[in-house]
């Protein structure tokens, strides 16, 4: 069973700021929020992660509800270099799970000039 | 930051032959490693988890046989494909575990992947 649902597809304007949405209900009180992105044909790269508190980095925002059950990934100024596929995975903190990265579907983001 | 070096970048070969996608961390050493495959417009599906010195773990569905790991140092992993087939074309990607320096929440990191067509 997919353990975080995000929209299939997302499109941003070029210098807007892209919001991208994650459900994960059924997290666990172990379990933080990871972002990925994989640009077409290559590795994934790691954007941020969090456990309960918003975050931020060089790269993007995370923003985690209170009740944890959904977070954003905010890019504040997209640009066409952000296109790719962004996904959100959850992760034990600790445990055999807590090495192994469990890839959905992800959001394809597409930023228009 | 740490880098995984993924070697070839691509790769054609005929049908029967084997091939083999070196994973190289350059600047940590990696007690595991991880091999994924993406076939087109799908996601990363795990294929096996590489502990250095020790036999690889498959996941459910994944011919040990046919996809030979060897992890054999801390800094290099490899996967041989074995009388690789058209339907073993596709995009294989590794990934790192960089030991933790404070916490076991370090990030994975990725190689750049390797494309694979037998023909």
């Known amino acids: 069973d997919a353990k975080t649902t995000q929209p299939p597809s997302m499109d941003c304007a070029e210098g807007r700021a892209a919001n991208l949405p994650c459900n994960h209900s059924?997290?666990?009180?172990?379990?933080?929020v990871y972002w990925y992105r994989q640009i077409h044909s290559q590795g994934p790269q790691y954007i941020i992660h969090?456990?309960?508190n918003n975050e931020t980095n060089e790269m993007a925002s995370l923003i985690i509800t209170e009740d944890r059950k959904s977070s954003t990934l905010i890019l504040p100024h997209a640009t066409l270099r952000d296109t790719a596929v962004y996904y959100c995975?959850?992760?034990?903190?600790?445990?055999?799970?807590?090495?192994?990265?469990?890839f959905g579907k992800g959001t394809k983001l597409s930023v228009i000039p | 930051g740490a880098v995984v070096s993924q070697h070839p970048s691509w790769v054609i070969c005929k049908s029967g032959t084997s091939v083999k996608i070196e994973c190289r961390s350059l600047?940590?050493?990696?007690?595991?490693m991880f091999w994924y495959r993406q076939f087109p417009k799908q996601s990363l599906m795990l294929m096996a988890t590489?502990?250095?010195?020790?036999?690889?773990?498959?996941e459910q569905g994944v011919e040990k046989d046919k996809f030979l790991i060897n992890h054999a140092s801390l800094t290099l992993s490899t996967l041989t494909v074995t009388s690789a087939h058209p339907e073993d074309s596709s995009f294989y990607i590794c990934?790192?575990?960089?030991?933790?320096?404070?916490?076991?929440?370090?990030?994975?990191?990725f190689g750049n992947g390797t494309r694979l067509t037998v023909t």
């Open positions: 990934s790192a575990r960089d030991p933790p320096k404070t916490t076991g929440l370090a990030p994975l990191h």
């Open positions: 059924t997290i666990s009180g172990n379990e933080y």
């Open positions: 969090g456990l309960k």
């Open positions: 995975i959850v992760r034990p903190y600790s445990g055999a799970g807590s090495y192994q990265l469990t």
């Open positions: 600047d940590f050493q990696a007690t595991t």
């Open positions: 590489s502990n250095e010195g020790s036999k690889a773990t498959y």
